[in-house]
């Protein structure tokens, strides 16, 4: 099924062949080593332990309470797994205000999380920071379009980049993040378009969730994959445990469908306006 990966672990380099090569790359969050373990057998490349844990662990309604601690303390339940993924962890809300309150904080979920990658939110803005982490070996993903920390800036979750005014915003920002040294770059809920012509322009790896499938690869959170969680399904979530299948199966049908672009398929994509 997968190529370039197969082997041994995988690392920046890995990711960025496979962009390359224009193998899909297959990302997931986790939270604890159970879980980590498992989709990392069934072939996830990039495992997120994301802020998302404030929702569907924690019971949240935002991912605004999560601190530090959470999150460091997450990221190393993850890396006890030994996963063969690269780790990506998020730098929670109000963690990376300054670019020394980031290098600071980004350097305890490497540390004392295992984290092999951070990952924050926003564009320009944040363009100074990923310079500093970068300049100090920490790789870093930006996150653009839907913003979760930013919920109550953004009006709530809804599709990010329908103006033309704000695709170019969003546009802008990637290639800003881009040329600040970022390593990779996660797409939330944009219409398909936009994000296919962001993945294009981009050298480095755009992973997308609601973005349409013709990013370099895909993210769900795991509990919307295996179909756990209570209340409306977002559009772009897909339940890959219904059928009767195991979490194990799941997991590997997720990866497959990724893998051969049958997911995310129109019906889980967001058009242009
Ligand atoms: O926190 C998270 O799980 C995320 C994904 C939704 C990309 O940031």
Redesign the pocket.
């Known amino acids: 099924m997968s190529t370039m990966s197969n082997q041994s672990s995988v690392t920046v380099v890995t990711l960025a062949q496979q962009k390359q090569v224009g193998e899909k790359i297959v990302?997931l969050?986790a939270y604890d080593a159970t879980f980590a373990a498992l989709m990392a057998d069934a072939g996830v490349e990039v495992i997120?332990v994301?802020?998302?844990?404030?929702n569907v662990v924690q019971g949240h309604d935002s991912?605004l309470p999560v601190r530090i601690y959470d999150m460091v303390y997450h990221a190393a339940a993850v890396s006890r797994a030994k996963p063969r993924s690269l780790i990506v962890v998020?730098m929670p809300f109000q963690s990376y205000v300054t670019p020394e309150q980031a290098l600071q904080q980004a350097a305890r979920l490497m540390s004392r999380g295992g984290a092999q990658m951070v990952?924050l939110?926003g564009g320009k803005t944040f363009a100074v920071t990923i310079e500093t982490l970068v300049a100090q070996g920490i790789p870093v993903c930006a996150?653009l379009g839907l913003l979760?920390q930013s919920v109550h800036q953004q009006g709530g979750y809804h599709v990010q980049g329908k103006s033309a005014d704000d695709a170019a915003t969003i546009e802008e920002d990637a290639r800003i993040v881009e040329a600040s040294g970022a390593s990779m770059l996660?797409l939330?809920c944009v219409p398909s378009e936009l994000a296919a012509s962001i993945s294009q322009q981009l050298t480095i790896p755009v992973?997308g969730?609601g973005a349409g499938p013709d990013c370099d690869g895909q993210?769900?959170?795991m509990h919307d994959l295996l179909g756990i969680v209570a209340g409306k399904r977002p559009r772009f979530v897909k339940n890959f445990l219904a059928g009767g299948g195991s979490v194990q199966g799941a997991f590997e049908a997720y990866v497959q469908a990724v893998k051969d672009g049958s997911f995310p398929a129109s019906e889980h994509s967001f058009p242009g306006s």
Do not use: A
């Not at 994301?50 to 404030?54: N, W």
């Open positions: 990302c969050t997120l994301g802020d998302s844990l404030g991912t998020d990952k939110e996150h979760p996660v939330e992973i969730i993210v769900l959170v």
